[in-house]
């Protein structure tokens, strides 16, 4: 199959990439927006938007040309359509079925969960790539959610957060600990030098049947905890908060995965594999903490490498490449859809 670019502008990285159809990545660049939103603390909406529409064209031709390739040379175009920021949402989705349109070639409108769903099928990271059915554990900033991954377009989803997804838990932490946003990474980094068992911290969910998450409980324990000292948090106490509120995650998702790997085997006996992608799969504690869950239940963890984690076009690509492997495309009537659950895709679109 000849290669397919993909486009990403669900949230704050304007992406494109080109992969060929055996999963070789021809190209691939991810613009990240964190400076136009640094100022505010977090995503603005429509700032996302005009940033995607002042540079999508232009990462899209250089990622075409460090490809080596012209329009005519490709398989199709896939692009992220839903769900995510609206305005951002519009940007690439039209922009993609305008080169579709323009070059005639097939159009994918891309669900950005099955995007990240089907990074682990990528040939190279499993060998031969995942095989159907595996176990998704989905843990982004907007997103907390356990999905038996049945095939493509077929996803069950066993369990996801009743309020805060886990990655907005970290940015929320860290705003209480005065961290840059985004939080996350900062909030891993001043952990390291923490003590985990300084602060005890709540573990909401811990052993509750099934593995559906809560993480708000959490955040208000982590306030409580720094409004109770009262003075300004000295470093080692800012690092003994971020460690102890990151081992109650770690604690909590290691539950969780674990009684999400018990809910896939008892409907699919083969199932072996726990695949982690979103923002905080980034987290090396929270990879370690998944890997002796998995290895706890007889499961191997696959962990993309980290910038197939987050927000990427490589995804977008390899999900696109999956669909039109299928003969399934969609016409120029999709559109942008800023909700879109993924156990409502059907399998063949159309
Ligand atoms: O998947 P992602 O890049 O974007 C979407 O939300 O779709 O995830 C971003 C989230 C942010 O909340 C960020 O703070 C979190 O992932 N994150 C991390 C780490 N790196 C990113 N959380 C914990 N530890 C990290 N190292
Ligand atoms: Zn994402």
């Not at 999508?56 to 769900?83: H, I, K």
């Not at 995007?115 to 982004?140: D, K």
């Not at 690509?317 to 942008?336: F, H, Q, T």
Request: hydrophobic share 45%; proline share 6%; glycine share 12%.
């Amino acid at each position: 199959m000849k290669p397919v670019l993909g486009i990403e502008t669900s949230c704050d990285e304007t992406a494109a990439a080109v992969v060929d159809g055996d999963g070789r990545i021809l190209a691939e660049a991810v613009l990240s927006q964190l400076a136009e939103h640094a100022p505010f603390g977090g995503v603005v909406p429509e700032i996302a938007a005009r940033t995607h529409l002042r540079y999508l064209s232009r990462q899209v031709s250089q990622t075409m040309a460090q490809a080596g390739l012209s329009f005519a040379d490709l398989g199709g175009v896939a692009a992220t359509s839903g769900p995510g920021l609206i305005g951002g949402l519009i940007v690439g989705c039209q922009f993609g079925k305008g080169i579709a349109l323009a070059h005639d070639l097939p159009f994918v409108a891309v669900n950005h969960l099955e995007a990240h769903a089907l990074t682990a099928r990528l040939p190279g990271l499993v060998e031969g790539g995942a095989p159907f059915p595996y176990l998704l554990f989905l843990l982004s900033g907007g997103h907390s959610q356990c999905i038996a991954v049945m095939g493509v377009g077929q996803y069950v989803r066993l369990g996801g957060t009743a309020d805060d997804a886990a990655g907005e838990a970290f940015d929320k932490v860290a705003k209480l600990l005065q961290l840059d946003w985004p939080g996350g990474p900062a909030l891993e980094k001043i952990a390291r030098s923490g003590d985990p068992s300084r602060y005890p911290l709540p573990r909401p969910m811990m052993r509750r049947e099934g593995c559906d998450l809560s993480f708000s409980g959490l955040k208000t324990a982590v306030a409580q905890t720094v409004a109770k000292i009262g003075t300004v948090l000295s470093q080692q106490q800012r690092a003994d908060i971020a460690a102890s509120f990151q081992q109650a995650v770690v604690d909590v998702l290691a539950d969780r995965a674990g009684h999400a790997m018990e809910m896939i085997r008892a409907r699919e006996p083969a199932a072996h594999l726990l695949v982690v992608a979103g923002g905080v799969a980034a987290n090396q504690a929270v990879r370690a903490g998944l890997a002796l869950a998995a290895a706890k239940h007889g499961f191997v963890l696959a962990a993309p490498p980290i910038r197939l984690c987050s927000d990427n076009a490589v995804m977008v690509s390899w999900a696109g490449i999956e669909r039109l492997k299928r003969g399934w495309r969609d016409g120029m009537e999709a559109n942008a859809r800023p909700r879109w659950p993924l156990d409502t895709l059907e399998a063949v679109p159309g």
